[in-house]
């Protein structure tokens, strides 16, 4: 009877044994069980440890005679083995980490924990594969060793809003901006009532910052945040929020980029586009702009719209030349602006004429000073001759005769028109003592007057006006760059007007964008133009960025006979440039019939690729940035 139960108690120990011997083979890890001699013999290693390694029990007999050290990468094999002797004699169990070969020609990262067992000198061992975390922590300190290298190097700051806690954490650069420490703590109610953000900025940045912890995915604001010494900065903040697993807004993560720069150029490109190119006065739209802004503010002051029209200015061009006649209209533009005040609006609006608005005067005061400028710009000589420039004015009064742009326009120009059925070379106000014969010539004279302005004057700077515009109005920039080369179409008799973006790398120019009126022939053959090619052109033309060919029947190169080839009959191009360096290519081409563009145009169409090259810049800059965040 005792004989039986210690059978099946021995039974009984046997399928325990068996079980915790199915459990060993089985586990995820390798488990050994290595002597403590010099090269820690393997007595035991379970399935883990040979499908961590690859190697099968009898590669590890054979090829490394059952000697675990080895198996350890032979860099690491001091370290290992002087880790362990120094740890079991201390403490009796050791823990490190280490490589180990594996049959094919990896090496594995492995976390070793092991103790001695009783006074048998032999040591369990178990080993734990470690590598992919060890690849995920190498591949997170190389992020963040990037990280620190480009926030180091970036003048950019990059930061992240907390929202639950309230705080945000700015990266180093904020100091070095602005000179003094950022705000980290309660940002929702301190923030805004810093000195450091300008006043009228406050409500566009709170709005942002409401919308950020409403949870709206993207948000991009522009304000103004003083430094140390006072001095405001213009700055882009662009924050991308992220959430939690429920979807619930927990951090905004983004950039604050100084813009200031771009702000000075942008508001130079404005003034540029607000400017005759000629008289640096203002242009036809940028004057009725001005002068409608300045109606609204006033109120019963009586203010004086004068147009001023050079008088035959025609035979002046035709007689002495286009230069002489340049040159009467620069002197002009000099005397009204020696003749009137800083506050008071002058503009060119047509080839021979311009208007000034005079607030703040009576009408004898405006009569007065039209008398007076037509005796200074009688002192213009014509070309050193002894023949003088006279002109004849046209004045309306506000509120008396209109209280509006458009009306005001009207009288002073009817006014004109009595002028010049006087005898021309004099100044007169409105009045409404018009006899009905009179009253029918000055509609054939308006009417004339409006074509012969249509055709007659190129506005160079209402097309950078408008061109400013249209990019400047929407963040769609593909969108408003289509409507920009259609307009240009039409301003400079283009069949097919064109962007081509410039690839440094490639060194070629690729179509990008393009407004085309024709089918044109060979398409696959157009979209790129090598670097080299377009600089041959311009060594052609003799100039840096423009190349000009009116025709190309007079083009007796391999050149002219290709644009032939395509029918192009006219043709222009400016590399597009920003900051010095160039970013593409404008050109323009008719296929119809051949056109003289002006000095005028030439320098209009300079200009808007400059316009164009800095939009677009900032286009693919905000793009990057959007994919960053």
């Known amino acids: 009877m005792l004989k039986g139960k210690l059978t099946e108690a021995q039974m009984q120990l ?74 079991l004699a201390q403490y009796g169990k050791a823990e490190l980490e280490y490589r180990i070969l ?7 990262w492995v976390l070793d924990q092991r103790s001695t067992i009783g006074t048998e000198g032999l040591c369990g061992c178990i080993l734990v594969d ?39 954490y700015f990266s180093p650069n904020w100091k070095k901006k602005f000179g003094f420490e950022p705000l980290q703590k309660s940002v929702t109610h301190t923030l805004l009532e810093q000195g450091h953000i300008f006043q009228q900025d406050k409500a566009k940045l709170k709005r942002a910052m409401q919308k950020a912890l409403s949870g709206t995915s993207f948000l991009e604001v522009e304000v103004r945040i003083a430094d140390s010494q006072g001095s405001y900065i213009w700055c882009r903040i662009r924050a991308s929020t992220q959430y939690d697993q429920d979807g619930s807004p927990i951090r905004a993560v983004g950039m604050l980029t100084d813009i200031s720069e771009d702000k000075a150029q942008r508001q130079q490109l404005l003034e540029q586009a607000q400017r005759d190119s000629l008289t640096q006065l203002l242009n036809k739209a940028a004057t009725e702009m001005q002068v409608t802004a300045s109606l609204a503010k006033a109120g019963d002051t009586s203010c004086a719209l004068m147009i001023i029209d050079l008088d035959h200015f025609k035979s002046v061009n035709d007689r002495f030349g286009h230069l002489c006649g340049d040159a009467v209209l620069t002197d002009t533009a000099v005397a009204l602006k020696r003749m009137f005040r800083v506050s008071d609006i002058m503009g060119r609006i ?7 608005f005079v607030p703040d005067i009576d009408p004898q005061a405006a009569l007065k000073k039209a008398h007076q400028l037509l005796q200074k710009l009688e002192r213009i000589q014509l070309n050193n001759s002894e023949q003088h420039l006279s002109c004849s004015i046209g004045i309306s009064l506000y509120p008396t005769h209109a209280e509006n742009f458009s009306d005001l326009y009207r009288f002073a120009d009817r006014a004109l028109y009595q002028v010049k059925r006087s005898g021309r070379a004099d100044a007169a106000l409105y009045s409404e003592t018009f006899s ?16 012969h302005a249509d055709r007659l004057y190129v506005d160079s700077g209402q097309l950078l006006q408008e061109t400013f515009r249209l990019l400047g109005s929407t963040a769609d920039i593909p969108s408003a760059v289509s409507k920009v080369l259609e307009a240009l179409s039409r301003w400079f008799h283009a069949t097919h007007i064109y962007i081509w973006e410039y690839l440094p790398q490639q060194m070629v120019y690729r179509e990008a964008f393009e407004w ?36 190309t029947d007079a083009l007796d190169t391999e050149l002219g006979r290709e644009l032939r080839r395509q029918g192009v009959s006219s043709l222009m191009k400016c590399v597009m440039t920003d900051g010095g360096q160039r970013v593409g290519l404008l050109g323009c081409e008719s296929h119809r019939r051949q056109c003289k563009w002006t000095q005028e145009q030439k320098k209009a169409f300079r200009q808007i690729s400059d316009l164009l090259a800095v939009f677009l810049t900032k286009y693919h800059q905000q793009e990057k940035l959007k994919q960053i965040l």
Not at 26 to 46: E, F, R, T
Not at 139 to 155: A, C, G, H, M, V
């Open 14 to 87: 046997l399928r325990t044994s068996r079980q915790q011997s199915a459990l060993l083979e089985n586990l995820p890890v390798g488990v050994l069980c290595c002597k403590n001699d010099s090269s820690y013999s393997i007595q035991y290693m379970n399935k883990g440890f040979l499908h961590m390694t690859g190697y099968t029990e009898k590669e590890i007999r054979c090829t490394f005679q059952s000697e675990f050290l080895q198996l350890i990468c032979p860099d690491d094999r001091k370290y290992a083995e002087t880790t362990i002797r120094e740890q």
């Open 102 to 108: 594996c049959a094919n020609g990896e090496q594995r």
């Open 130 to 168: 470690t590598t992919a975390q060890k690849e995920e922590s190498e591949q997170l300190r190389l992020n963040l060793e990037r990280y620190k290298i480009i926030t180091d190097q970036s003048t950019d700051i990059i930061f992240e809003w907390n929202f639950a806690e309230d705080t945000v």
């Open 350 to 356: 047509g080839g021979d004429e311009f208007l000034v």
């Open 436 to 451: 009905e014969q009179a009253a029918e010539d000055l509609s054939v004279h308006e009417e004339r007057r409006i074509t």
């Open 516 to 551: 085309n009126e024709l089918e044109l022939p060979n398409p696959q053959q157009r979209n790129v133009l090598h670097c080299s090619s377009m600089d041959a052109m311009l060594d052609v033309a003799g100039s840096d960025v423009l190349f000009c060919c009116e025709d």
